[in-house]
């Protein structure tokens, strides 16, 4: 449901604060819904997004592939680093899509 994610993402979101797109599915949310997430596609991606202060939200299409390439991410969810808002359900394989928020740090 990734423009159930949008919506969701548009709705909780605070002045200034980031949002990144995990995965193939940030494609989506830049080209055909015009956002303006940032994509993370590798642990390099993922460490300078930790490295930032402040808050963000992160959208995760696809979590259990993506948090096979990316498996900072998911200790830095198993951690409690990030909060799980909603999980939107999915149809295509593990298709579901996460969206977390890290609060604000720094």
């Known amino acids: 449901d990734l423009a159930g994610a949008l919506a969701m993402v548009t709705a909780v979101r605070q002045p200034g604060e980031r949002v990144y797109a995990a ?3 940030w ?6 819904f015009g956002a303006d997430w940032t994509p993370i596609e590798t642990e390099d991606d993922w ?4 490295a930032e202060p402040g808050p963000f939200l992160v959208v995760v299409a696809f979590p259990g592939r ?10 830095a ?5 990030l909060t799980l808002v909603r999980e939107l359900p999915g149809t295509l394989g593990d298709g579901s899509v996460l969206v977390f928020r890290r609060e604000g740090h720094g």
């Open 23 to 25: 995965g193939p599915a």
């Open 77 to 81: 969810a198993d951690a409690g680093e």
């Open 66 to 75: 993506m948090f096979r390439t990316l498996p900072q991410m998911d200790d």
């Open 47 to 50: 460490q300078q997004a930790m």
């Open 27 to 32: 494609d989506v949310f830049h080209e055909y």
